[in-house]
């Protein structure tokens, strides 16, 4: 079946650094690829999204590159800021819909001045 | 921007009690979603419903659990005997449609955190 592994938190930063959340996947065929944030106190928001293979996705100076060789979509950020403090989950879902989503564990972010 | 709601935001409940989770879906969207996350753990899929039918569900969904759009607006998920392990966050979504990776964005709802004593 279709799995999602992430990397264990938390991760803590100072404002302003390099910012990578590695994630694999399991899936057969070619799924489409998102990373979903959940800032305390709200809900589930999809921050990015790759349908293909080789796409990028990118979102609030974040991007992930969708990588079918490698079975990986490693969230990135160039230089984060206290406000994306957050939970970040990678996810999945079958070819051709998105009903069912297979969600990574999450993995922590916190980002301090 | 339209938004799914969900109450209560904190439900605490006694074993065996049944409970409602409710939902509000983004009014013009038709697919509807329950997912649910216990404290620590993976974000699970637990029912999808479309057409006023579960469109499937996984494992987790046994008979205990039940959905329910009973009038156009709310979606419901009910657990009609709770148990310890329900205690989680439940999660309701939305979205336009399932197939196209241009409409199929799953929109959340706050989550609905259950608590079972």
């Known amino acids: 079946g279709n799995s999602v592994t992430q990397m264990e938190g938390p991760v803590t930063l100072s404002e302003e650094a390099f910012l990578t959340i590695n994630c694999t996947y399991t899936?057969?065929?070619?799924?489409?690829l998102f990373w979903y944030v959940q800032y305390p106190g709200e809900g589930l928001q999809l921050l990015l999204k790759?349908?293909?293979?080789?796409d990028k996705g990118s979102n609030k100076g974040f991007e992930a590159t969708y990588r079918k060789e490698t079975t990986s979509f490693h969230l990135e950020k160039g230089s984060v800021q206290v406000s994306d403090s957050a939970v970040y989950f990678c996810a999945l879902s079958s070819p051709g819909g998105y009903q069912k989503v297979t969600f990574g564990t999450g993995t922590k972010l916190q980002v301090i001045p | 921007e339209p938004e799914v709601t969900q109450t209560p935001s904190h439900q605490v409940t006694q074993m065996g009690q049944e409970v409602i989770l409710r939902c509000v879906p983004i009014s013009n969207h038709l697919y509807f979603y329950w997912y649910r996350q216990i404290l620590g753990q993976k974000v699970e899929f637990l029912v999808s419903?479309?057409?006023?039918?579960?469109?499937?569900k996984s494992e987790i969904f046994d008979d205990q659990f039940s959905v329910e759009r009973p009038d156009g607006s709310n979606f419901t998920l009910k657990i009609r005997s709770t148990k310890l392990e329900d205690s989680a966050m439940y999660f309701c979504?939305?979205?336009?449609?399932?197939?196209?990776?241009?409409?199929?964005?799953?929109?959340f709802g706050e989550g609905s955190r259950l608590t079972v004593l």
């Open positions: 790759a349908t293909k293979a080789d």
């Open positions: 419903f479309y057409n006023n039918e579960i469109s499937e």
């Open positions: 979504a939305s979205s336009e449609d399932w197939t196209d990776p241009n409409t199929g964005e799953l929109f």
């Open positions: 899936a057969t065929g070619y799924p489409s």
